[in-house]
């Protein structure tokens, strides 16, 4: 029986425990020989990386018992925190930075402690054949001044370290031929990000390196995930047509293969990341941007593309075993993220590892691209997913209050998937819609360098848009919206609130209030992102900074914000907090120790969520169903 209710009052089968009990975030695919590895980010123990194995026999184990914690802070966002090859297992330590190498039951150090904790970081690294040495990326922060990167080998019985390359600001993806003579690797200098511009270079590996060339990449070209063919070839992607692109590198000429006005590359926020792998009669399975989604097929030796039809939304992480086989980190909009084995002859799938399903089809709507019209004749994307529950059914006339999602970045991309923290929300009668302003990758880099120089404007602009479109039709209730992001999300949240009236209320986690501080105190990854996102100007920073026209906020805001975050300091949220309350502006400050750029504990998560949801129940006058703690709101909503 149906029962009538109001939007966001609906009763739920997925309670803020069940959205996080037993999420597990998938990364690092490896192959070696006939084991698959991978990195299990697991928030039911404490946030905790963990390094698990699937045997050809199919037993999954862990590899790193706790309190073991694979993870590297290189840039601070990591990746690349495994390195598995030729039989050795090598990973990086969060608790101190430090390599450790994997025998048996046996974990032992490869590198030296550092000279202060966590000053020598490691990552993206490669074996070589024989298994007795690793090339890798090194970060090392100094008492002052920048921190300094260089790509260095390793000796992992002996320890010592050898500087291949420096000089440059930034290095990633060291990757050497199977012969171990060959090594490829990109680098670039700021004020660019990986996806603005970089270098790949090549050169003889010895002692050290010699007789090293430019292949591709300049200041204007990015180029991604370089990897050596069987053929001894490297394959890379470049953006040089406007279009992340497959290419073909053997000693003279660059040649491209499958060209299309798609994406085959992606942000290398994180090391690591893989779009495409080989076979070894030469054709290249691969994954690329669509209208939206991460599509998946094969490439032949005649540059043709043939297309894997399939209901997922992405294929990450590809790795294959040469043969017929390929895994890949995948998600859809009724399939929970899961790593999945493919036959690539029968296209039968199998699934490794999943997350678990959370409720029957029947409480998942299914989420719809949308492109609606915004500023200067331009147009931009999101995705909308209307709320679901069978059980209940809204009064006549009523439309579902929207939440406007941001994604982070803010040069990333958002697709629709099953996502857990969306169907806490729809099942209660919320709709969601998760939002591709311009700037937003997948889209080419036209659509991408749309952001430059305009950030705080466009994606602002577009987020409302987003929200103005959707209630236009009639699908949400105009008069009840909020929005919400994490990071740079956060920042469109809270500038969105302050040059915008479109919206009701925001939550902004660890986002950015001050672009001036931001740009004074962040790592150095990010340390000139600002250049191209907004320029060199303070006061141009001041007028984009939701903190100096905080008077402007007269709607209730929430902050959450973890307290160990070296990439938005707490200051962020602890300054806007100040001017909402100085303002008379209803707010929540919600803080959680141990906790750095992006919430990875359980019980953390499933607080703010509840959080939220408490708070848009004051905001909007309803009690939501079920026991969810109050959150304590400093003046009257």
């Known amino acids: 029986m149906t029962t009538i209710a109001p939007f966001g009052t609906w009763t739920s089968p997925i309670s803020a425990s069940d959205a996080v009990a037993g999420l597990i975030g998938f990364s690092e695919l490896n192959l070696d020989g006939s084991n698959l590895f991978w990195v299990e980010l697991r928030p039911s123990e404490g946030g905790r990386q963990v390094l698990v194995r699937r045997r050809s026999s199919g037993e999954i184990s862990d590899v790193t018992a706790s309190p073991m914690h694979p993870r590297t802070l290189v840039h601070e966002y990591g990746g690349g925190s495994v390195s598995i090859g030729h039989g050795a297992v090598v990973f990086s330590e969060f608790a101190d930075q430090r390599l450790y190498r994997v025998e048996g039951d046996r974990v032992d150090p490869v590198t030296v402690e550092p000279p202060r904790p966590r000053s020598v970081r490691f990552s993206d690294g490669r074996i070589l054949p024989g298994g ?17 990167n260089e790509l260095v080998s390793i000796d992992l019985e002996m320890g010592d370290v050898s500087v291949l390359a420096s000089g440059r600001d930034f ?37 050290g390196v010699s007789d090293i060339v430019t292949v591709a990449g300049s200041a204007d070209e990015s180029v991604f995930q370089p990897e050596w ?71 032949g030796p005649d540059r043709q593309l043939r297309r894997i039809p399939d209901d997922l939304s992405v294929h990450g992480g590809l790795v294959t075993d040469g043969r017929s086989k390929a895994w890949f980190i995948g998600a859809g909009p009724e399939t929970p993220t899961a790593i999945f084995e493919l036959d690539l002859e029968s296209g039968d799938r199998l699934v490794v590892r999943s997350n678990r399903r959370l409720v029957d089809s029947d409480y998942v709507a299914a989420p719809q691209i949308i492109t609606f019209p915004t500023g200067e004749g331009d147009e931009a994307h999101g995705v909308f997913y209307p709320p679901a529950n069978p059980d209940f059914a809204p009064p006549v006339g009523e439309r579902p209050p929207l939440i406007v999602h941001v994604h ?64 236009e039709r009639g699908y949400v209730d105009g008069d009840r919206l909020v929005i919400t992001g994490g990071s740079a999300g956060g920042f469109t949240t809270l500038a969105a609130l302050a040059f915008g009236e479109a919206f009701s209320a925001g939550a902004s986690y660890f986002g950015v209030a001050d672009i001036e501080l931001l740009a004074a105190h962040t790592h150095k990854f990010e340390s000139r992102y600002l250049d191209g996102l907004i320029g060199t100007d303070v006061e141009v920073m001041r007028s984009r900074s939701p903190l100096y026209s905080a008077d402007r906020i007269s709607v209730p805001v929430i902050l959450f914000q973890g307290l160990e975050d070296k990439v938005v300091p707490p200051e962020q949220a602890e300054s806007i907090a100040n001017a909402l309350h100085d303002n008379g502006v209803p707010y929540a400050h919600v803080t959680y120790a141990g906790e750095d750029h992006g919430f990875r504990k359980a019980e953390n998560i499933v607080h703010s969520l509840e959080s939220e949801l408490a708070f848009y129940g004051r905001v909007f006058g309803f009690r939501p169903a079920g026991d969810v703690p109050s959150v304590p709101i400093v003046g009257d909503v």
């Not at 090339?135 to 922060?141: F, I």
């Not at 293969?257 to 085959?264: G, R, T």
């Open 132 to 148: 007795t040495t690793m090339v890798c990326v090194r970060e090392s922060h100094r008492e002052s001044g920048e921190a300094v």
């Open 229 to 299: 063919g069987p053929d001894g070839e490297l394959v890379f992607v470049s953006d040089r047509t406007g279009w992340w692109n497959l290419y073909r590198w053997d000693d003279r000429n660059v040649a491209t293969l499958c060209p299309m006005d798609a994406d085959f590359g992606e942000p290398a926020w994180v090391f690591g990341r893989r779009t495409f792998d080989f076979l070894s009669d030469g054709r290249i399975v691969a994954a690329w941007w669509e209208d939206g989604i991460q599509r998946l097929g094969i490439i």
């Open 171 to 207: 290095y990633a993806a060291p990757r050497v031929d199977a012969a171990g003579t060959r090594i490829a690797w990109l680098e670039w200098d700021h004020p660019n990000m990986p996806w603005d511009g970089t270098e790949l270079k090549c050169g003889a590996l010895g002692d």
């Open 408 to 471: 982070g970045g803010p040069t990333s991309h958002v697709y629709p998937t099953l996502s857990a923290s969306t169907l806490f929300w729809t099942s209660r009668g919320f709709a969601v819609v998760d939002v591709n302003y311009r700037g937003s990758s997948g889209y080419g880099r036209a659509f991408r360098n749309k952001l430059r120089g305009t950030w705080g404007l466009v994606d602002v602009e577009d987020s409302i848009g987003a929200a103005t479109f959707l209630a």
